[in-house]
């Protein structure tokens, strides 16, 4: 994992499966002053001891032996109709920005279903989260969403693999540094591949935006 939360930090559990949890969690994600599970996400953060502030969402994929020990820890539960117009994850993320935090860190949420896959990356992606920093982390990746202004930095070994997707529209002034196949000032167009599978040229990249909204996918190499 590559962020270190601050004090106005939340962290988000998504459902999805444990084998969706980066590893190991780190000890600012277990510590961090909000977390919250979005339904069951509770049940990732059962399997990995780290107790949740908030349960939110509709309570129908928790476990009742996960939710039972987020309450026996303290956690508050807001439930909602199964009937609603929003998915758990986003509630979790209404949730913690109605809290004034300035990032929002989400751990798994990549694994299960496609359709939850995909609406989570556009739902990260939404203007309503400009201002805030949105770190995605899974088990082997780590993704960040990009916006003008806020230069993103990637961390990792030469030669993991780096993309860039833009999200909602056309991504214009695309500029890196320290990746292999360098972008400088370029438009990457919706529908098309050309900022997939880049890769890092040294341990430290940064990739900036002039407008539209990228999501930098950057996936760790194993041994």
Not at 4 to 33: H, K, N, R, S, Y
Not at 67 to 91: C, F, H, I, N, Q
Request: hydrophobic share 40%; charged share 20%; net charge negative.
């Amino acid at each position: 994992m590559e962020t270190t939360p601050p004090d106005t930090t939340a962290v988000v559990f998504a459902g999805g499966g444990t084998g969706d949890l980066p590893e190991p969690i780190g000890d600012a994600i277990a510590t961090c002053p909000l977390r919250i599970a979005a339904d069951s996400g509770g049940d990732a953060m059962f399997h990995v001891d780290v107790t949740p502030h908030v349960v939110i969402g509709d309570l129908d994929s928790i476990s009742p032996a996960a939710l039972a020990w987020a309450r026996d820890a303290g956690a508050s539960v807001v439930e909602y109709p199964v009937d609603k117009d929003a998915t758990d994850l986003e509630l979790a993320l209404d949730y913690a920005i109605e809290r004034s935090v300035r990032t929002i860190v989400l751990v798994g949420g990549t694994g299960g279903r496609l359709d939850h896959l995909l609406g989570n990356a556009t739902l990260l992606a939404s203007p309503r989260f400009t201002g805030i920093t949105i770190i995605w982390e899974s088990r082997d990746a780590t993704a960040r969403v990009c916006r003008p202004g806020e230069p993103c930095p990637v961390r990792g070994t030469v030669d993991d693999l780096v993309s860039l997707i833009p999200m909602g529209g056309d991504a214009g002034g695309v500029t890196t540094t320290g990746l292999r196949w360098r972008l400088d000032g370029h438009t990457l167009t919706t529908g098309t591949t050309l900022g997939i599978s880049n890769r890092l040229e040294r341990p430290q990249a940064s990739i900036s935006v002039a407008t539209g909204t990228l999501l930098v996918i950057h996936e760790r190499i194993h041994p």
